[in-house]
């Protein structure tokens, strides 16, 4: 496990040491019923770079906005010489919201953030109140994941490692339109990725969750822009058939990151179940 530059943490977040005894890094806004930001994998991914724009605005809205940093990403324990597996990352979230006192919550996932907020929903139903699914991941064989271009095209990258610029010209793969991956965001972005080990890509292991999908009884809120490179959108079918209590919102001229390139709509949205 590689130690966390404390000099380098953005002074929003905050750092806890959990049961596993990683380090576990996350923000937090607001007060009320808890919502969970889970963010996906991808080249010096965050909770912050993710969600920078859908946060803070639950937290103005009433409630306890909480934006982890997932195992080897952002802030949090990166570790080498070992599998990621969906069950590592769930765990290990579950860690941390368990240790700053979460009891229920409602998680929104996107991408690996999806299949985690599943396998949450599988494991601690209880634990679940309402689900938001950006283009999940752990519905399709990692076949189908790696035949998508915009995957073959970050795993190549990440193994061979990548400059600013290349990390910049990877970025632009996740949307349809290229003006939201802005400077702030590759600098961001590039500070975590010098930090990360390559075995959070190589070594990834994401269950198919398909079987079990009719086990989850939450209520669900999906989205898929037309565009993703990255999770094919037909998946939003296997979820509709399997969880009657499911609904979609497929977005045109978007691609992998509904909550960046409709950041205005998909917060509106995402008010409007949390309220019903």
Request: with cysteine.
């Amino acid at each position: 496990m590689s130690a966390i530059d404390l000099q380098s943490l953005p002074k929003e977040a905050t750092t806890v040491q959990v049961q596993s005894g990683h380090t576990m890094a996350y923000r937090e806004m607001g007060d009320g019923p808890a919502v969970v930001f889970i963010h996906g994998s991808g080249l010096g991914a965050s909770g912050h770079s993710n969600f920078k724009n859908n946060y803070p605005v639950f937290g103005a809205a009433g409630y306890r906005s909480i934006v982890p940093d997932l195992i080897g990403y952002g802030w949090s324990s990166k570790l080498s010489d070992v599998d990621y597996t969906l069950d590592l990352f769930t765990d290990t979230l579950l860690e941390l919201l368990d240790a700053i006192g979460v009891k229920e919550a409602t998680l929104v996932g996107n991408s690996l953030g999806g299949a985690i907020a599943l396998n949450i929903a599988l494991k601690r139903p209880e634990f679940v109140s309402k689900l938001v699914m950006m283009a999940p991941g752990g519905i399709e064989p990692r076949e189908a994941y790696f035949a998508m271009s915009g995957i073959q095209k970050m795993a190549a990258g990440s193994a061979k490692g990548v400059d600013r610029d290349g990390l910049a010209e990877l970025l632009r793969l996740l949307v349809h339109d290229p003006r939201h991956i802005t400077p702030d965001l590759v600098d961001e972005r590039y500070e975590v990725l010098k930090t990360q080990s390559k075995d959070v890509f190589g070594r990834m292991r994401v269950a198919d969750l398909t079987p079990r999908l009719s086990e989850i009884k939450a209520p669900i809120l999906g989205f898929w822009g037309i565009q993703d490179a990255f999770c094919p959108h037909t998946g939003y079918i296997k979820i509709l058939e399997a969880c009657p209590n499911s609904r979609f919102v497929m977005q045109a001229a978007c691609g992998h990151w509904v909550m960046v390139e409709y950041a205005a709509q998909f917060n509106r949205a995402v008010l409007d179940f949390l309220a019903e």
